[in-house]
């Protein structure tokens, strides 16, 4: 019933949440900017396994972050959206008119197209949750200010995961 893949996410995203609460945001640049690691389980969760649980664990660990942090529900929300389209914009990338997930693999993609990926998912992860976190009109471009630095610096930690982690990532 149970196998293996699903207590290793459940260990990664309790971890990645632990990492993110306990150390990546006490790092910031220039006093506002920080990176949140945690999106590294969106970018690299297989594209061809179980959808809904996926976005299940997406939320899941969205939730730990919002109970640790006291944050009301945002981390839940932005993970389960971006989760939710993360298969559209992985067909969007990849170029092809009959695309089938089953037999996807992020080996097919190109060094520009996982970059333009990487960045895509990163930006649209950062610019939902500071909106969310702001929760008003008044000084948007601010916030857009803020998301675009934070996911520049959000991009640098996953480019450094990915070569930390490289052997372990079936990418």
């Known amino acids: 019933m149970y196998n293996k893949d699903l207590f290793v996410n459940i260990a990664s995203i309790i971890l990645l949440a632990l990492a993110q609460v306990f150390i990546f945001n006490h790092i910031n640049f220039l006093g506002s ?7 590294v389980f969106i ?29 009301g529900g945002i981390h839940a929300f932005t993970l389960t959206f971006v989760a ?44 939902i949750l500071l909106l969310l976190e702001n929760f008003k009109f008044t000084g948007i471009l601010t916030v857009l200010n803020n998301a675009l630095i934070s996911s520049g610096i959000t991009f640098i930690f996953v480019i450094i995961y990915k070569i930390l982690f490289k052997n372990k990532i079936s990418v």
């Open 33 to 39: 900017y920080q990176p949140y690691i945690y999106i």
């Open 84 to 127: 939710f389209y993360r298969n559209l914009i992985i067909k969007l990338l990849s170029g092809k008119i009959n695309f089938e997930m089953e037999y996807f693999n992020f080996n097919t993609f190109s060094i520009s197209q996982w970059i333009f990926y990487m960045a895509i998912i990163i930006l649209f992860h950062h610019s």
């Open 43 to 71: 970018l690299f969760y297989p594209p061809y396994a179980n959808r809904y649980l996926f976005i299940f664990l997406a939320f899941l660990m969205g939730l730990m972050i919002d109970i640790l942090e006291y944050t």
